[in-house]
């Protein structure tokens, strides 16, 4: 019976793979916008470790995909789910986005989707849990005309007869009057000879929120200090300028502006472009969603007991839920501080009697950092920033000083949402340049949990980036993770590769209740001594190694080819705790030895095309192969996106994949997805989908067919 009970399990993961589980997570922290020498970079920060892979297209597009690897960790037991989205902040300079996130079980990937086509460029983080999106500025029109002595003020917008203006309106006109004033006043400065009432009327206006006048501010005000000999700042402007506007209408001016200063190098790199003052301001983004998910199995399974032969037939509906989601965010920004409080929150209410409801608050903190002064204090539940935090966790983290020396500490209690108590810890790190070395003391219960010193490294330039991690538990007298990932682009080609040892799962006094009969520490410590307990945690944890090598390059202008191979390797487990006596178990439990799962390898192959058939359109299609003591298996997906010109878009998927396991039993699946989704304005969006999952199993003593129908429907709004 052992190949029936190996298909009743490979089908129960089956169907908790489309059916969220308990331990569901929402994979995406954060999306933020800089002002840099490059132009405005949209970090993109999740809640684990990831590997950025690939992305496509390459440079431009309406929609972008970024293909990533989930990296093992302390939390990676955790299902990322499908379909969760960011809003982007506002901003004058670039379209805004949304991030949604797809097929985190199979292919994880992030999709974006600008208001317009924008140019950008795709990097990993520095920090190993991050994805950077540099976008340029909107291009605008290229003159050369002689260089003029005044600004041309441009008159003041004119409303449309007879329409009512919206609030967002209605602020964007006084902003124009306001930026307005102040150019004419800079205008009559700079006439004058007045350079410093010049430089101080356009500085003025450059700390409005951006306008119909920022772009013209930002060029004057370089010529203004130009005119009062402040040489260097001046270079520092019209280098910002062509940053920003590299195809604006003033840049063949402002290149020969900056030509004339004493001493500039037109295109010479500058290190650092802080991002534009603005005044103080006032905004809250973010969305609403909700979701009805339905799905029914059936299964029909015949097997073979002693000579005889049963033929079973379930059905049941498997799914019926309403997922609803608040992600909320305010800010306020001002000369010298930024805040924000960030509320993010899902309700699954299950319409089913054997499944239960439940509502998670995934972030709800305070946040306040300098901008003149840099520190930075956030409390409230959080994702873990590093330092040698698992997961999530309820706290205050805090941090004071700049790039070059920069002090953190934090302190919480760990939400995994796991039974038992919570483990409580408290950290301190220090951030020298690419170097950052931590210390964090964690306990569960009054009992130590972890105690480990640690070091990362992080580095980042146009075309390489590197992060490393060293994890030492002290009181397990054990490394806990060492890991090593890096991108580089080499002409064409971008490679990436990662090297990674880790406990799995991380080291934690909590390992030993894997098995027992208590979900508390201290009721183990009842019948064993403490150093018992950790030698009985080390016993059920693994050593997983894995390496990784990925490339992809270009195949002329509207393809794509990038492929990858992994080996991983993740050690046995002996036989643990005490057996049971006369049938009463042990606290500690008992659990019988779990053999390597040897070596497995893996090779995959991916193509991507795009604007094969329209404008905007991806296509992509794969092929994984894989093999290990206990399964040789096979994977294919293709995919397709289309984007219509009427707010319609429509998304369709293939997969197909077939296992044979060590008993010698076949695993086919089949699964086609079709999606179709609407826009209404910039604000709402609808979509449903729909799907059928066939899984054929035929082995030596059962076989089996499982069909699964899956439809989704939902309702989400942006503000």
């Known amino acids: 019976m052992k190949s029936y009970s190996n298909f009743r399990r490979v089908c129960g993961l089956l169907l908790m793979s489309v059916v969220p589980a308990i331990t569901s997570a929402q994979p995406l922290d954060d999306v933020t916008l800089e002002y840099q020498s490059q132009g405005v970079v949209a970090t993109i920060r999740l809640t684990g470790p990831v590997q950025y892979l690939r992305h496509f297209p390459e440079s431009h597009g309406k929609t972008l995909e970024i293909n990533y690897d989930r990296v093992a960790g302390a939390t990676s037991a955790e299902i990322w ?263 993010r929150d899902v309700d699954t209410r299950n319409f089913l009697s054997n499944q239960p409801s439940r509502n998670r608050v995934s972030a709800a903190y305070g946040e306040i950092k300098g901008r003149a002064q840099e520190y930075l204090v956030r409390v409230g539940r959080q994702s873990s920033m590093g330092g040698g935090v698992l997961g999530r966790f309820d706290g205050l983290t805090g941090a004071y000083g700049n790039q070059d020396l920069r002090v953190n500490g934090v302190a919480g209690s760990l939400v995994d949402y796991s039974q038992g108590s919570k483990p409580r810890f408290v950290g301190a790190s220090v951030d020298k340049g690419e170097f950052s070395v931590y210390a964090i003391d964690q306990t569960v219960e009054g009992v130590q949990d972890r105690r480990a010193l640690g070091a990362e490294y992080r580095y980042f330039d146009d075309k390489r980036s590197a992060f490393a991690l060293l994890d030492y538990d002290t009181y397990f007298k054990a490394v806990n993770a060492a890991q090593f990932i890096g991108t580089s682009r080499l002409n064409e080609a971008t490679v990436n590769f990662m090297v990674d040892h880790r406990k799995a799962p991380s080291l934690s006094i909590r390992n030993a209740l894997n098995g027992a009969s208590t979900s508390s520490v201290n009721a183990l410590l009842q019948t064993m001594s403490a150093s018992s307990l950790r030698d009985l945690a080390l016993s059920r944890t693994a050593v997983s190694n894995m390496g990784q090598v990925g490339v992809t390059m270009p195949l002329r202008e509207k393809w794509q080819a990038g492929g990858d191979v992994r080996l991983t390797n993740t050690t046995g487990l002996p036989t643990s705790g005490a057996a049971p006596v006369n049938g009463i178990p042990a606290p500690e439990g008992y659990l019988e030895e779990i053999p390597s799962r040897g070596l497995e390898k893996s090779l995959t192959g991916q193509i991507i095309g795009s604007g094969l058939y329209r404008q905007g359109d991806i296509w992509s299609g794969s092929v994984t192969l894989s093999t290990s003591s206990a399964v040789n298996g096979r994977f294919v997906y293709f995919y397709n996106h289309t984007q219509f010109n009427n707010g319609w878009s429509l998304d369709s998927s293939l997969q197909l994949s077939g296992y044979k396991d060590q008993y010698g039993g076949k695993t086919t699946r089949t699964s086609p997805m079709v999606r179709g989704a609407y826009r209404i304005r910039e604000q709402l969006y609808v979509d449903v989908d729909c799907g059928y999952e066939y899984i054929g199993y035929s082995g030596v003593q059962m076989s089996s067919k499982t069909q699964r129908f899956s439809l989704s429907t939902g309702l989400r709004w942006d503000f």
Do not use: C
């Not at 205008?187 to 450059?206: F, I």
């Not at 059936?298 to 049941?316: P, R």
């Not at 509906?317 to 501080?337: G, H, K, N, P, Y």
């Open 81 to 343: 789910v499908d379909g969760e989205v960011r809003k982007s902040p506002s901003s004058g300079l670039i379209p805004s986005f949304t991030v949604t996130t797809r097929d985190q079980q199979t292919k994880p990937r992030l999709v974006i989707e600008f208001a317009r086509e924008a140019e950008y460029s795709v990097a990993a983080g520095k920090d190993g849990r991050s994805l950077l999106v540099t976008i340029r500025p909107e291009k605008r029109q290229v003159s050369d005309e002689p260089l003029p002595f005044l600004p041309a003020v441009k008159p003041l917008p004119k409303a449309a007869a007879g329409a009512t203006p919206t609030a967002e309106q209605a602020a964007a006109a006084d902003t124009n009057m306001q930026a307005h004033a102040l150019m004419v006043q800079g205008r009559d400065a700079l006439a004058a000879k007045n350079n410093e009432a010049a430089v101080d009327a356009l500085n003025k206006l450059l700390l409005l929120p951006p306008n119909d006048y920022t772009q013209d501010g930002q060029e004057w005000i370089g010529v203004a200090r130009d005119r009062a000999g402040q040489d260097a700042k001046a270079k520092v402007e019209y280098d910002l300028y062509l940053r920003l506007y590299p195809d604006g209408a003033g840049a063949a001016r402002v290149a020969k502006r900056l030509a004339g200063v004493a001493g500039a190098e037109v295109g010479k790199p500058m290190t650092e472009v802080a991002e534009p003052k603005k005044k103080s301001s006032l905004m809250t983004y973010g969305s609403v969603s909700t979701r009805y998910y339905y799905g029914r199995s059936t299964i029909e399974s015949t097997y073979t007991f002693n000579n005889a032969v049963t033929t079973d037939t379930l059905s049941l509906t498997d799914q019926s839920m309403l997922i609803t989601s608040v992600d909320a965010s305010e800010r306020f920004r001002s000369e010298d501080t930024d805040a924000r409080l960030v509320f």
